[in-house]
């Protein structure tokens, strides 16, 4: 996806889901998996704001993967969701 179409899907989820605005969001430059810019959100979310983070990708056609990262087996505190938003090459 463009830098335009990245700025205008973060502005919509910011509009959308109100828990998503303590969290960071960075909108990248493009790499080899993607094709163009990706949002990366990463913070505490609840169900709902990641569903509505899927709508929206999804409306868009754009993938989103997702994935919480434990620090340990047994740890009890659970680092924050990151969610990444791009558009898939073909």
């Known amino acids: ?19 998503i605005e303590g969290c960071s969001l960075q909108i990248a430059p493009p790499n080899t998996p993607s094709s163009g810019y990706q949002i990366i959100i990463r913070g505490t ?13 999804s409306k868009r056609q754009l993938m989103m993967q997702t994935g919480n990262i434990w620090r340990t087996k047994r740890s009890i505190n659970k680092e924050p969701d990151t969610l990444i938003i791009y558009k898939p090459k073909k």
């Open 1 to 19: 996806m463009n830098r335009d179409e990245a700025v205008k899907v973060v502005h919509e989820l910011l509009d959308a889901c109100q828990d």
């Open 45 to 57: 979310l609840s169900e709902k704001t990641k569903q509505l983070v899927q709508e929206a990708s």
